[in-house]
C-alpha cells in the first residue's frame, strides 16, 4: 500500500507492467495514487533548485539571493551539475549565453 501504482513492481527483476497485470489478475488491491512517500514530502528538498549567487566576489546590489528573469542579474545555474550558480555579471557570462559551467565542472578551478 505504501508504494501504490506508479512505484508498484517485481522486487526481483523490477518489471512493473507484467507484475501489476498479475496483481491485478489475483485480485490484490493497488491503490491508483503516487508512493506515501512521496505524499508526505520526505523528498521535497530534491525538487529544489539553487538561487544564489556563488561567485567569489558577488556585485548584484541586492544580494546573493536576488535574481531577475533577464540582465546582468539573470542567474544561470551549472549546465553540468546544477549545484552552483552565478549572476550573468558577476562572472562576466555573455548577455546572449544560455549556459554555464562552474569552475569545478570546467577544470578551470582545480588549481592545475
Known amino acids: 500500500l505504501s508504494s ?11 518489471d512493473m ?5 498479475e496483481m ?7 491503490p491508483d495514487r503516487d508512493a506515501a512517500w512521496e505524499l508526505d514530502g520526505s523528498f521535497a528538498e530534491l525538487y529544489e533548485r539553487h538561487s544564489s549567487c556563488d561567485a567569489g566576489q558577488c556585485l548584484c546590489p541586492a544580494g546573493r539571493e536576488q535574481a531577475e528573469e533577464n540582465g546582468p542579474w539573470r542567474l544561470l545555474l551549472c549546465s553540468s551539475c546544477g549545484s552552483r550558480g552565478t549572476h ?3 562572472s562576466g557570462v555573455a548577455e546572449d549565453a544560455e549556459s554555464w559551467e562552474c569552475g569545478d565542472c570546467s577544470d578551470t578551478g582545480s588549481g592545475e
Do not use: V
Open 4 to 14: 501504490a501504482l506508479h512505484h508498484f513492481h517485481c522486487p526481483l527483476c523490477q
Open 17 to 21: 507492467e507484467t507484475f501489476q497485470a
Open 24 to 30: 491485478f489478475r489475483l485480485g490484490i488491491y493497488i
Open 88 to 90: 550573468q555579471c558577476c
